[in-house]
């Protein structure tokens, strides 16, 4: 019989990983909630009228779709399956799909329980998304995602949380990051000036690459893009632009000056940046004026985390928009959120090994089962110590010494209780600490005092 | 534009349920972790051949079907589409599945992992299944499932720990539960005994039923089923059977004499009973020789648990099986595990008030955006209570003061902070109570000091 398997681009995660992954998770949820965000969450499956036609073309196909169930024949023109595309039939045998990420469900929860719910609302969300796509090194068909949002409120006090949450995280991650700002309405600004306002999808998409390819390239690709001689010229010196957040805002008030939008860009960039300061925000975020991050999705402030120690790309990320649910007929709500990316930053972690210890542990101590006789002992000693609070557990078996030794390991367990009927007797057992093989007499009380100091 | 909706059968949790729901997996996680259970996850897709034929013909229609990503269609003969029955087309257009529990999954796991794992594998996994049954009220085609088991030892300590999770989860949630047990060797003994061990399927059917429809129901029952009347006339002292567990077992020893199968489940019964009582398990299980949950699938020790004080049918339940991988071609291991109900569990909670007032708390604090001017004060006070731990918000925007006080009712907020130029300049901001409109002037140490004391 051939060995089970699991679908390509999915994951098993054992005990090893799991352990790891809810360190991370947990770091994140409580942060999170320290700054008053609650969570929720949405079914995996989600109508397909809900996502069809929410990321593209190309995210469409990318939909997981389910087969209806019962009899998903019923009522269809047989017909119809042996001429129609794919596409078409799938929408006929199939109105389900696995939800893609955690936004559109999130948009379409605020619409639809619009009456229980009070603005400003800041929920956070951990859950899995399911993508069809070509799955390869670091990129899945299952994964996790940690969103937090706050819609209904325009405040920029909102951002100042995100970048708080996103300093707290990684300080307790103990990962060092580049964290970089920007304002869609700055890149806007850049348009207008240079005389091109129609041209800021082309303009984005190219200088978002600017730090991969380099300065010269870009200029290359905004000219096979079809920007004007005259109007690159005016991009050079935003792209060229060097110093600190002070020195770039007072350069660009100049550039910008004719651009409403990208003044009111640019004042925002400033209250921001004024805010972090007086806060004393741990790090100094970058400004930088390429930052463009999924092009048409944001309207003001965009976020990027970069891990400073690991090239991995970008581990968090995120800004404002300014119509979340209009695409459900819920328009004007404006918002501003991040999203951690959970399997990243478990790279990032992994390479620089930086999971606390105490994170690989499973049981804190395990007692041998030494003699099938002294069962009843060993099932009192191990509930005494379980009342103290302490994670442990009896073998269940009274095997060879070795096997059970061998199970400790294997578990990470770092203390072992050996006691047989001479210690029994006399009250001292033995206390074996499984990293250097050291073993001391101890009375159970002295183990629970010890195992509880650690 | 019409709301959007979500699929039937499944749920949004909003963040009132959700850190009501969060408080029960964590009290069940934290003590499936002190008896050294370790998490698992599995993705939640599996391949169709993992899935089907495992649940019975019943089973295989309520499994969600994945049509496959991309060209579903490549490579298909059209005409078959027009000519074959539904299922045998699913089966061409979709590979994988949703699953459907989590013991078929965790099986796969085990077989696919078998040289990763140390065994006695003690796992446990909460995770969401699905299934396409017909929905309606308290049953979901999206629902979690709880789920502990010990794997790779035949010791009834693996029995006796799981007695005891049982016990501390729900002292912990403060249910009261009535816990009942029973092996499948002393079903098998009767149906032997009565000479009719190929009738023990009908057998157990019928008399699982009898605290439901009553001893003379099940007994007309067993007759429809075929059963002689000589044999029936001997399954009667079974079912009238009175007493404790002690005095049912010593009437068990003489009923079941000619039966080695049925004594060998009549001993391990006595055993468990006497290590129960051995470690003052807080409840003494109630002997049921009536109870078979499952019918096929369990070997040994039967588990079942039901509220005392709410009717809803059993919230935990499980029991020892002994070939769980040979499915999957690894024969031979025998496991026990149980399954919390987690959606039952949360009705019961709520049907009998007993989530803790705590839970429903968002922040601790929120700090109220009095004077515009005054942001950067409350920022530092927002800080400095984080700092403490505190889970505390500041309000994004400085609107009316009502707007903001029915926030902090909405949201459940204990306390407010108000402070506007004169408080600051005094260094004495009002706390206010949000349950009972009190209100006091406190430094900001004081106030945390408070917050921290409750």
Redesign the interface.
Known sequence: ???????KG??????AE??RR?YIFSVIEKVF????Y??????????L??LLGKYGEEGD??L????N??????GID??K??ESE?NK??LL????G?RYDLTVPFA??V???RE???F?F??YQIQ?V?R?DKPQKGRY??FFQCDAD?IG???L??E??LL?IISEVFAELKIRVLVKLNNRKILAGMAEVTGQADKLTDLTTAIDKVEKIGYEKVVEELKARGLTPAGIQKIVPFLTMKGTAAEKTDLLRKLLQQSETGLKGLEEMARLFD?SR??KLPFEPEFDVSLARGLNYYTGTIIEVKAVDVEIGSICGGGRYDDLTGI??MPGISGVGISFGADRIYDVLDQLNLFPEKVAQ??DV?VV?FEEKE??FY??IV?QI?SA??????Y??AVKLKKQF??AD??NIPFVIIAGGDEIASGQLSLRNMKNGEQEKLTITEIISKLNHR
């Open positions: 019989m051939q060995k089970p398997s699991i679908p999915t994951r098993d995660f054992g005990p799991m352990v809810k909630q320290k700054y008053g609650v969570p929720i969450e949405t079914p995996a499956m989600e109508n009228s809900t196909k990318l997981f779709k389910i087969l169930s019962g009899d998903f024949l019923n047989r017909q399956l042996t794919g039939i799938a045998i199939s109105e389900k696995l379409r929860f619409v639809q329980h229980e719910i009070t400003p800041k929920r899995p399911w069809a068909r299952e706050c409120s325009n405040s006090l909102n100042l949380d708080q805010m007086a806060i459900f007929g499973t049981s395990m089962n069962q009843l099932l009192d509930k379980r609070g302490i994670k442990a557990e009896l269940p078996d061998s199970y294997a578990r």
